[in-house]
C-alpha cells in the first residue's frame, strides 16, 4: 500500500488547513501523525473503517479526522491553528489480514503556522 498526503502549506494562527492522503489500496485503520524537529513522530488522531474516531488531548475540538472508504482517502480538517501546529504530518495506513497486521506510512507533508 502506497500513501500519498497532500494539503499543508503555511496558515495564520486561527486558521485551517485540510490535509489528505490517498492509500492506493483498502485499509482497516487510517491515522495522522506528526514530528516536531529533533523529536519523535507523535499520534495526532486515528480513525477506523467504521469511523471511529479518536485524537490526542492537544488537537481536540480543533481537529476533525474523516475518511472515503470509497476513495481510500482520509482526510485532517485543522481548524484554529496555533503556532504549536506546526509541524510535519504524516499519513499511517493500518492493513489487517488474517496474517497479521502491517503498517504503511506516507511522505510528510509539512504545516506552517504563523503567529
Known amino acids: 500500500v502506497q500513501l500519498q498526503a497532500s494539503g499543508g502549506g503555511l496558515a495564520q494562527a486561527g486558521g485551517s488547513l485540510r490535509l489528505s492522503c490517498v492509500a492506493s489500496g483498502s485499509v482497516n485503520i487510517m491515522a495522522w501523525y506528526r514530528q516536531y524537529p529533533g523529536r519523535q513522530r507523535e499520534w495526532v488522531a486515528v480513525i477506523n473503517s467504521g469511523g471511529a474516531t479518536n485524537y490526542h488531548d492537544s488537537v481536540k475540538g480543533r481537529f476533525t479526522i474523516s475518511r472515503d472508504n470509497a476513495k481510500n482517502t482520509v482526510y485532517l480538517q485543522m481548524n484554529s491553528l496555533k503556532p504549536e501546529d506546526t509541524a510535519v504530518y504524516y499519513c499511517?495506513?493500518?492493513?489487517?489480514?488474517?496474517?497479521?497486521?502491517?503498517?504503511?506510512w506516507g511522505k510528510g507533508t509539512l504545516v506552517t503556522v504563523s503567529s
Open positions: 499511517k495506513a493500518v492493513r489487517v489480514t488474517a496474517r497479521g497486521s502491517s503498517d504503511y
